[in-house]
């Protein structure tokens, strides 16, 4: 960061009225960025509330989180790399759109249906503003300063997760109504971050009529790119593998097999984790994030030590395995987010960072709909055991097939 403010000031003595007009847009998107993060997981301290107000059970719990990342996944295959074309502010304005929709549609919900509709919406938003916003950054930025971009936006994607539980668990345990008020805060903190996006300076300059289609997954040409490209992708899917476990069905198993009945605590222990992960993106040296298994190990041991908890019972060995495990969803998906932007084609960035986000929800909606379904014939402990091994497995997988060069 030091060397980012030193070269600022050795490439210009006053900076130019552009330069500081994208400076402001820089900070605007990534304030924005991380408010719509945030609305993400406002819903998950809320399970507890709305299970018996709507009478389901753990597969719908883990179904509604899953259509949340499905949402996401469309949005990044069949909209996020429409701003290459139509330009990143209506996209980024599109997409705020969506979240003070399905924030709406979260005040009216009485039902499992307009839950699950209100979490699809939340996501479409989500996934279109994850890529378009990470490769606004990385343009406002400047080619000479991707190291700030690619920190920013992954401090304002998992700060912004981990801020959203804390928020909800407060507003649920001290607020006059539990599963609204939140919502009202939220709605009404969205309007001055659409005016900030319409102030945005626009990034794509050459822009074309939008055509939108289903797209493939796009991955760089050049084969060792691409060999690295799919190792960083594959190790945030199983990062994020273990956030889909903590957005789902933990906060259930905090309050019925340790009995934390406060919701402000189960919102405090969720967010942890991508606190964890945030702090570890920020903080962590260089070569912990470039290096080859610093990730994995802190990923495996987390998940071993967590398993652990919930085996013996006991919270704080569960929140020590929290630490370890956040600390590594942080680098990598610190790293894989460093990667993608290095190896992006500069004319489609969005394109290869819907690729690397689409890795990382899948990540999240497969593992999370097989635990939800394996809660329902085997008892959790080994459900999540089942999950813990799979997830253990792919990381050290990956982290085995990495190249023994630095990238």
């Not at 490209?229 to 905090?254: E, H, I, K, Q, R």
């Not at 790293?335 to 190896?343: A, D, M, S």
């Amino acid at each position: 960061m030091i060397d980012d403010i030193a070269s600022d000031v050795r490439a210009q003595a006053v900076p130019s009225a552009d330069g500081r007009r994208a400076g402001a847009g820089f900070w605007l998107v990534a304030a924005v960025y991380t408010l719509v993060m945030l609305g993400g997981t406002l819903p998950i301290p809320l399970y507890a509330l709305w299970v018996p107000q709507m009478g389901f059970g753990p597969f719908t719990t883990t179904l509604i989180f899953a259509v949340y990342a499905l949402g996401t996944v469309l949005a990044l295959m069949a909209f996020a790399s429409l701003s290459d074309r139509a330009g990143r502010r209506p996209l980024l304005a599109a997409a705020v759109l969506a979240a003070a929709t399905s924030t709406v549609l979260f005040l009216l919900a009485d039902d499992v249906g307009t839950l699950l509709a209100a979490r699809f919406l939340c996501g479409l938003g989500t996934g279109i503003f994850t890529a378009t916003a990470t490769a606004a950054l990385g343009e406002l930025a400047g080619p000479e300063h991707t190291r700030r971009a690619s920190t920013v936006s992954t401090a304002a994607n998992m700060g912004g997760l981990g801020l959203g539980t804390v928020v909800a668990g407060l507003f649920a345990q001290y607020g006059a109504n539990p599963t609204h008020l939140v919502f009202w805060a939220y709605l009404a903190s969205l309007v001055p971050a659409f005016l900030a996006v319409i102030v945005t300076p626009e990034t794509v300059t050459a822009r074309q009529r939008p055509a939108m289609s289903v797209r493939r997954p796009t991955i760089p040409d050049r084969r060792a790119a691409r060999t690295e490209f799919l190792l960083a992708a594959t190790a945030v899917l199983a990062a994020f593998a273990v956030s889909g476990l903590f957005s789902s069905l933990v906060p259930s198993f905090l309050r019925e097999q340790l009995h934390v009945h406060n919701v402000a605590t189960v919102g405090a222990e969720v967010g942890l984790l991508f606190i964890v992960a945030l702090i570890a993106q920020v903080a962590a040296p260089e070569r912990w994030i470039a290096g080859r298994w610093p990730a994995p190990s802190f990923l495996v041991a987390g998940v071993a030590v967590f398993e652990a908890g919930l085996w013996a019972r006991s919270l704080p060995t569960f929140a020590a395995g929290t630490l370890l495990a956040g600390t590594g969803i942080g680098l990598a998906f610190r790293r894989g987010v460093g990667v993608t932007q290095r190896l992006a084609d500069p004319r489609h960035r969005a394109d290869l960072l819907s690729t690397y986000f689409l890795f990382a929800y899948t990540g999240t909606i497969v593992p999370t709909l097989a635990l939800g379904l394996l809660d329902q014939t085997i008892n959790q402990d080994v459900a999540t055991l089942i999950l813990a091994v799979a997830v253990a497995a792919t990381t050290l997988a990956s982290a085995l097939s990495r190249p023994t060069t630095a990238p």
